[in-house]
Each structure stands twice: as structure tokens, then as C-alpha cells.
């Protein structure tokens, strides 16, 4: 079974500035899917970023970007330039090729961006 | 494009009691999923629908949780009878693609 862990539960961070959300997993496949989900206080979870495993190139979507080690089981959320908009929950999730498109989340680190 | 579409957005009952919830995914989105977060927690899977059949529920409590998916599009997930612990939000969430999920907004439930 996959887990994921994401040891932070809390951070802080002042506008305009860089913050690094730490992500590991646990599991026995080859072939699997890496995610980053924000939850807005509003609860609709949107996606974030994805890493396909088998690509080494880092995932990167604007402020967005991942640092990936597939050795270590590493999956870290960077976000530049931070906005008041990214106070959210940010969830770190699994995708392994056995389970399909389901999702195994961690249990989140609440960022919070302050002015 | 319209977003998947859970009703109601809160409920709050008594232990005892039973309550059903109503999700639409998005058009065309073959898989539908329901998740259960309880505060301060990741969500957890309840269930994994293809289609109208099941394709995980090794995780719903079958004892008091029940779930279908009509036709392939709209989802209802039950409980009853429900207790002080199923005080959650559930989740429904729909996809085309691998890992592609799109949640709703999620309905808050209150057992008390």
C-alpha cells in the first residue's frame, strides 16, 4: 500500500517571498503519478502540479515548481513570489499505475501568506 | 464548462438518523470517486465508481455506508445509521484522465 506523508502542518510566509512544501512517499511501483492539490477555504480542491515518475525533468506550472528525487521519495512543492491568494490547504497525493486514477493524499500543511 | 455539483452543502443531524448526499460530475467524466475528510485530515477514499459499476470500496463501511451511481452520471452516497464519527465533509470528485481529479465543493456533515 502507498502512503504519503507530509510532515509540516503548518507554515508561514510573508508576501512576496518563497516557501517549500515538503512531500515524501512510501511505495513498491515503478509507474506512478505525483500531485499537489490546494484547498482554498472555500474546500474546492483544484490541482496545482503533477510529475509523471518516469520523467526526471521537474514539473513547473508558473510560480509553481516541484522538486522531484525519485530516489529519496521526495516530492517538494516550491512556490515563488508569494500571493495572499495561496493561504490554502496543500495536500501532496499518489497515483500508483495499479491503483488507476485514485488518490492516496497526505494530511496537509496549511500555508498561510501574510502581508 | 460547469464543475461537479454536490448538494447539500451542510447538514447536521443526529446520531441515529440517516442522511443521503447528491453528486454530478462533470459532463463526460466516466470515473467518479467519493472521499471522506475529516477536519484536519487528508481525504480518504470511500469509493471508486467506472461507469455506473464499482471498482473500489474496500474502504466504505458497508454497515451503515451505501453508495450508487445511476445511469453512470449522478451519485448518491448514504448513511445510516450515522455516528458522532462520520462528522466529515464529503467529498465527490470526477475524471477523464489519470490523477485529473475535479472536486466539488464538498458537503460539510455534523452528527451530533
Known amino acids: 500500500a502507498q502512503t504519503v506523508t507530509q510532515s509540516q502542518p503548518e507554515m508561514s510566509v510573508q508576501e512576496a517571498e518563497t516557501v517549500t512544501l515538503s512531500c515524501t512517499y512510501d511505495t513498491s511501483e515503478s509507474n506512478y503519478y505525483l500531485f499537489w492539490y490546494k484547498q482554498p477555504p472555500s474546500r474546492q480542491m483544484i490541482l496545482v502540479i503533477r510529475?509523471?515518475?518516469?520523467?526526471?525533468q521537474n514539473a513547473t506550472e508558473n510560480r509553481f515548481s516541484v522538486n522531484f528525487q525519485k530516489a529519496a521519495k521526495s516530492f517538494s512543492l516550491k512556490i515563488s513570489d508569494s500571493q495572499l491568494g495561496d493561504t490554502a490547504m496543500y495536500f501532496c497525493a499518489f497515483s500508483g499505475e495499479t491503483s488507476g486514477s485514485r488518490l492516496t493524499f497526505g494530511e496537509g500543511t496549511q500555508l498561510t501568506v501574510n502581508p | 464548462e460547469a464543475g461537479v455539483a454536490q448538494s447539500p452543502r451542510y447538514k447536521i443531524i443526529e446520531k441515529r438518523q440517516s442522511v443521503a448526499f447528491w453528486c454530478n460530475p462533470i459532463s463526460g467524466h466516466a470515473t467518479l470517486y467519493w472521499y471522506q475528510q475529516i477536519l484536519g485530515q487528508g481525504p480518504k477514499l470511500l469509493i471508486q465508481f467506472q461507469n455506473n459499476g464499482v471498482v473500489d470500496d474496500s474502504q466504505l463501511p458497508k454497515d451503515r455506508f451505501s453508495a450508487e451511481r445511476l445511469k453512470g452520471v449522478d451519485s448518491t452516497l448514504k448513511i445510516q445509521p450515522a455516528k458522532l464519527e462520520d462528522s466529515a465533509v464529503y467529498l465527490c470528485a470526477s475524471s477523464m484522465s489519470v490523477g485529473e481529479l475535479f472536486f466539488g465543493e464538498g458537503s460539510r456533515l455534523t452528527v451530533l
Open positions: 510529475q509523471e515518475a518516469y520523467k526526471q
